[in-house]
């Protein structure tokens, strides 16, 4: 079946002269191995290479490396097999560059030591490493997991000194049922530590997405400050949510169904930090209001009125009330604003209307209200990426106008798609005191934290025999994928 998706995929590459990121890899693989001319000239334009996280490379970029810095070049691996956490979802696999380390021309250099943790912590760790390697119950595991390398403190007078014993400490805490009792549980205690130990950074580092969420879920009942790094969190989808509405009536002015989706998304956005200067006040009866929306039958005469009678031309006469004239009027103008924004490059078009739906501030907010209706900085750094998504999309589509580009934009609004967000650390992220940060334990490599919180850690979520259920999407497959 796969091969024969792939079969036509790569037709369609090749119809379109289009190249993957597979092909790029191995193109140059290629030339390396065929135009020496080129391998010369490249091996003097730089003569030394180092590769970060090699531990994480697939062997195609190992062979890409190998050929480009030759028998007697300068080519530093800087990895650790012990952190490989590619290998369930790329073709990378730690022996591979355990067969590097291992090799008789390859000249090793251990970096053991590490300032990051209390002994107490490190010793944990090895320990770990070594009751994977000797007595884990499947021989598979106990071979091919981890190379035996033990974790040292750095030594006295080292820049980096580890933090005492006295600081350090580890509890477990063992939960009948995870939604009722563990996650409600977990986002409590963090809470009260960051009130606690304000000077603290605190973090929840979850399995998957799908638990973040709902420990989010349990941050907003708390009203907990948190920063969500989870991809595919209920905020992106939101935001994407509203921008697919205004970029939809963009793309269609005259589709009712797109007026009345923008409102939706501006009227949510009301409800959230009570005010918007697209809706003036709240609505009696929202349902009522939508109705009148849905009985527009030409929504360009409201957006781009002739004279002053034509929102009152527009719906039934006799069936709106003053203040449902008010609140129309208000987000006709508020919407045929924004068309003159249309002529934008999309990305561009996309951090515009950002600005204009996310970031206002009502001026007469007293300082408690303006801190609760600044602008939104999470929404706009989500508003950023979906701005260089649609970039993306266009650029690998240059016939899509804006309907094929909202099209695209549906999938992420609503949830089947996630946004390819950088990394935190990419972003030079780094925890606030007092503030929790919610991330899955994959996400959380290469970053630091005061306190971890670590939530699921069972034999469901990390399974320790080859009986554990299987935690993939089988309904796609169908049948019983562990069998097939």
Avoid: C
């Avoid at 490493?129 to 021989?139: A, K, Q, R, S």
């Avoid at 949510?241 to 009345?260: C, E, F, M, R, Y």
């Avoid at 929404?379 to 580009?405: G, K, M, N, V």
Wanted: proline share 7%; hydrophobic share 40%; charged share 25%.
């Amino acid at each position: 079946m796969l091969t024969g998706i792939y079969q036509r995929y790569q037709t369609s590459l090749d119809r379109t002269g289009g190249l993957d990121y597979d092909d790029l890899i191995w193109r140059a693989a290629d030339l390396l191995q065929h135009r020496p001319d080129l391998t010369e000239s490249l091996r003097e334009h730089w003569p030394y290479v180092l590769e970060d996280e090699a531990q994480d490379s697939v062997p195609l970029q190992e062979l890409l490396l190998e050929r480009l810095t030759g028998t007697n070049g300068n080519w530093v691996r800087v990895g650790d097999p012990n952190q490989a956490i590619t290998s369930t979802f790329t073709a990378a696999h730690p022996r591979f560059f355990n067969e590097f380390i291992d090799r008789e021309d390859v000249v090793a250099k251990t970096l053991p030591n590490s300032g990051r943790s209390a002994p107490l912590i490190i010793g944990a760790a090895n320990a770990m490493l070594h009751w994977t390697m000797d007595e884990h119950p499947v021989p598979e595991v106990r071979e091919h997991t981890f190379r035996r390398q033990d974790i040292l403190p750095t030594p006295p007078g080292d820049a980096q000194p580890n933090p005492p014993d006295s600081e350090a400490d580890i509890r477990i805490r063992v939960f009948s049922h995870r939604e009722d009792e563990e996650l409600p549980a977990v986002a409590a205690s963090a809470l009260a530590l960051t009130q606690q130990m304000p000077h603290y950074t605190v973090a929840i580092l979850v399995p998957t997405n799908h638990i973040g969420f709902t420990i989010a879920d349990q941050l907003d009942t708390l009203n907990a400050n948190y920063d969500n790094l989870l991809r595919g969190s209920g905020r992106e989808q939101e935001v994407a949510s509203v921008l697919h509405a205004i970029l939809g009536l963009l793309a269609n002015p005259l589709d009712t169904k797109a007026l009345i989706n923008a409102h939706a998304g501006l009227y949510a956005l009301r409800e959230e930090s009570g005010w918007h200067p697209a809706i003036p006040g709240p609505l009696e009866d929202l349902g009522h209001f939508q109705t009148i929306l849905r009985s527009i039958y030409q929504p360009e005469s409201v957006l781009f009125p002739l004279d002053e009678d034509a929102l009152l031309d527009a719906i039934p006469t006799g069936v709106a009330s003053e203040d449902e004239l008010l609140q129309l009027d208000s987000l006709a103008a508020f919407l045929g604003r924004l068309f003159d924004l249309r002529s934008l490059p999309v990305d561009d078009l996309a951090l515009a209307l950002a600005d204009e739906v996310f970031g206002p501030v009502r001026e007469s907010a007293n300082p408690d209200e303006l801190q609760e209706m600044s602008s939104h900085e999470l929404d706009l750094a989500i508003a950023y990426q979906i701005a260089s998504q649609l970039r993306q999309w266009r650029e690998a589509q240059p016939e899509w106008r804006l309907p094929e580009l909202v099209a695209q934009l549906e999938s992420v609004a609503t949830g089947r798609r996630s946004l390819t967000l950088i990394r935190a650390d990419d972003l030079g992220f780094e925890p606030q005191p007092g503030r929790i940060t919610l991330t899955t334990q994959h996400t959380a490599k290469g970053l630091e934290w005061d306190a971890i919180y670590l939530v699921g850690v069972d034999g469901f979520w990390i399974p320790g025999t080859l009986d554990a259920p299987f935690l993939g999407v089988s309904e796609f497959i169908g049948g019983d994928a562990k069998a097939e």
